[in-house]
């Protein structure tokens, strides 16, 4: 039968990131002794106090739709969190809560974007930032960086990448899927150029901004002049290993936040009901509940990154947050090591997969060809073998 799927979905890309995640389990299901650093996900269990805030509500009979955009209090709880963590003050007409942060960037790139507007992304880039802008119709520019500079573009590489068309540019900080935390004064002079460029909107993914090794991270709507066109995004899923609970949320300007709403009430209703009920325990919690999680985090990042920076060919950087190093291996382009030709960081990973048995992802997924991505969300012992795995292979 001839393909009739839309001309949208055809031209959408995969998820890399739950792809590896699916072939990795695939080949554990065959037997296979497969180690998955590929799927950011933390390896701890939803903290106790969230999971009774969560059996309470089902006690409850937390059963029926909730408003659209979240409850109440869930929202007044989002908009202390922002005050609390972020120096934001919002109001909850400007939240909306989503099921995950990924539907929130959906919901902004559908109530915001034409076909034909013209998207940035400071590359590297998580995978769904250019498969979302294509399933809007958008088009997407790559701002290119390297391991050199800490994967961080400059305000010179801004200014030449806007173009009339432009109506969107994505940050991310810390970025996954490098790791790479931009300080305030670094947004600050970002945002100098942007001044200039009154009709392009800010998306600051932010949902990694409690695994971060240093000061507290700063977020780009606390910007003076930034506010009123930035969305900041952020949700539960990292910070509280709460992945499959899938709650995020946004603080908008009311007038964006009212329209994702109204997209969201038709195409999901409001966010389960019960998760979003937990995520008020989750938030209203102080943040030193969830530190032991961001030390071990820390803890895995400095061995990994010791052990991957012995081994010849392994360019790093120091990731100040998130939970993934992001290695340029261009080194081994060229190479054909035990039969297999490098060309590409797609084959390296494919390489790693099936010759050490780990798996990771491809930076050709993050618009960073050079690179493949490890997640470090893995027992320290899982991460000393995977190291000492893939250092046998290459040798
Ligand atoms: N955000 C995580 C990752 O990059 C989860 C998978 C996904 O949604 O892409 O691995």
Redesign the pocket.
Known sequence: MNNQLSDRINSLPI?E??AM?AKARELKAQGKDIISL????PDFNTPDFIKEAAIQAIHDNYSTYSPVDGYLDLKEAICRKFKRDNNLVYQPNQVVVSTGA?QSIANIAMVLLNPGDEVLLPAPY???YSAISILVEATYKEIPSTIETDFKITPEQLEAAITPKTKMIFFNSPN??SGTVYSEAEYRALAKVLEKYPNIYVLSDE?YEHINYGEPIFSFAAIENMYDRTITVNGV?KAFAM?GWRIGYIGAPDWIAKACNKVQGQITSGANSIAQRATIAALNAPVSKIQYMVDEFKKRRDMVLELLGAIDGFKLNIPGGAFYVFPDISAFFGKEIKGHKIETADNFSMFLLEEANIAT?TGDAFGAPNCIRI?YAASEDQLREAIKRIKDALS
Request: charged share 10%; aromatic share 6%.
């Open positions: 998820s990131t739950l995640a590929s799927l950011g996900e990924k998580w995978v769904s996954n899927p949902i899923a992945t992802v997640s």
